[in-house]
């Protein structure tokens, strides 16, 4: 059952994005992961664009690109190449290994404000083959004074066309009012406000932080007088442990020390992508001796 510590309020941290800003939201210490999902940053809103990057690789993660402001282009070696824009989304499997750019789009500098996930493959399609999707249209659920947008998974009822290979959900609620959110309680959620606070059971949830809410939760009260958006994260706790570091998700040390050379060897798991942006070399893992 919920606790008094539940939910628990987080501070995003702040960090910087091909020299934008961004608030990250996961991994937080307490709280490594949500589900499945491992990583998540809040870009903008700003004047500075949807936070661009050069070519750089992934291993063992699917990115999920949601933008609600500004337009980028997504090039990777699979052979996409994709605009994205504002409720549109873009699903990316690294599986054993993948490249990709997020170009500005051509013209004057945009505002531009996006959610940029990752989430964290499972044994079964870790080292697999990379993949890709855009999805121009998302089913949409009413709840209440809510409109419930579907990421990925289900929810309130519908279910995303978008991959997923576990059970975890992403939702975009517009809020207009009070809601009562539905909640599976075999899974742990997050709740990250998107353009202004939010009353969450209650207490204040401002841009910027990020609500933990433990398994065993069936609902969940949100309030606004402003219509706001915020994000839903969920999923059943990763039974796996994870090794995270730059970008690659593995399930040891070692695969990530293998992806970081194989990159600086340019090796043909990562093939070039074409970019107005230079490729992105890696660091060196803290782990390794100096040579
Ligand atoms: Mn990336």
Redesign the pocket.
Known sequence: MPTDDDPEILTSREAEVGGVPVRRALPQRTHRTVGAWCFADHIGPSASGVAT?GP?P?IGLQ?VTWVLEGELVHRDSVGSEQAIRPGQLNL?TAGGGVV?A?DPEPGLPQRGHAV?LWVAQPEATRRGAPAFEHHAELPTSELGDTTATVLVGSFAGVTSPARADTDHLGAQLFLRGRTTVPLDAGAEHAIIALDGPVALDGRALGVGRVAYLAPGRTELHLATTEPRRVLLLGGTPYPDEIHMWW?FVAASRDEITTAQQDWEARAERFPDVTSVLPRVPAPRPPWLARA
């Open positions: 990057i750089h992934h990115t990316m990709h997020e940029q970008n």
